[in-house]
């Protein structure tokens, strides 16, 4: 039962463009949401969060949207830059709980 | 201010055999959960420790068990290894203030191969 979906599992840009990366979720208990990076070898790094009574939270290159009628938020990195390239996970939570993980979308930035 | 730490950092165990994972908790954190993560996969849920007691738990058998210590760090126990329980092993600690889990901070995992 995977409650938090990332269906693209890798996405390829080029240096300077916007990355686009999506993630679904089908619990509307949720109410806080995370994204992280991942490069190999290393574990997950905080990359930015959004709670429910938000739709947008912008941090530098990197915004997340939350649209949670559609139970859909995105991470926007404008411009994108090579060392952008990692896993990005998305992760979201119930008050209280654990977090439940997309399983990923491999972004390449190619200069 | 030190992150979390995880040891070891990779391991080989027998299928059969028992192992222990280690994690140290951000400074100011009260609460350690640990993940598995199977290649291709994100992270699961196995567990979570506030106050030295398990207060949440995903779906894993009994034979994954915890400790949570006074100063915040845990311990991960496998037992009777499996083949499939070969994973990256994720701790991340946080400060859970009763309503909400704040600052979650991965380590940098264990690599369990079970052979």
């Known amino acids: 039962d995977q409650q938090v979906k990332q269906n693209s599992p890798s996405l390829s840009v080029q240096e300077g463009r916007i990355s686009i990366l999506n993630c679904d979720y089908t619990?509307?208990?949720?109410?806080?949401f995370l994204w992280y990076k991942k490069y190999p070898a290393e574990g997950p790094t905080f990359l930015i969060s959004i709670s429910s009574i938000k739709d947008k939270n912008e941090d530098g290159r990197f915004t997340v949207f939350l649209n949670k009628s559609a139970k859909h938020l995105s991470l926007h990195i404008v411009p994108s830059q090579p060392g952008d390239s990692a896993v990005y996970f998305c992760a979201a939570s119930a008050p209280g709980n654990q977090f439940y993980f997309g399983t990923g979308t491999s972004l390449t930035v190619i200069p | 201010e030190t992150g979390v730490t995880q040891s070891p950092t990779h391991l080989i165990k027998t299928r059969g055999q028992q192992v222990t994972l280690r994690c140290s908790s951000q400074s100011g954190h009260n609460t350690v959960s640990w993940y598995q993560q199977a290649l291709g996969q994100g992270p699961q849920f196995i567990f979570q420790?506030?106050?030295?007691?398990?207060?949440g738990r995903g779906n894993f058998p009994p034979r994954f068990s915890g400790l949570q210590f006074p100063n915040y760090s845990s311990e991960l126990n496998v037992n009777a290894l499996e083949l499939d329980d070969s994973a990256l092993y994720l701790c991340?600690?946080?400060?859970?203030?009763?309503?909400?889990?704040?600052?979650?901070?991965f380590g940098s995992g264990t690599r369990l191969t079970v052979v």
């Open positions: 420790y506030y106050r030295e007691e398990e207060n």
């Open positions: 619990n509307s208990m949720f109410d806080y």
């Open positions: 991340a600690s946080s400060l859970w203030t009763g309503r909400m889990n704040y600052g979650y901070t």
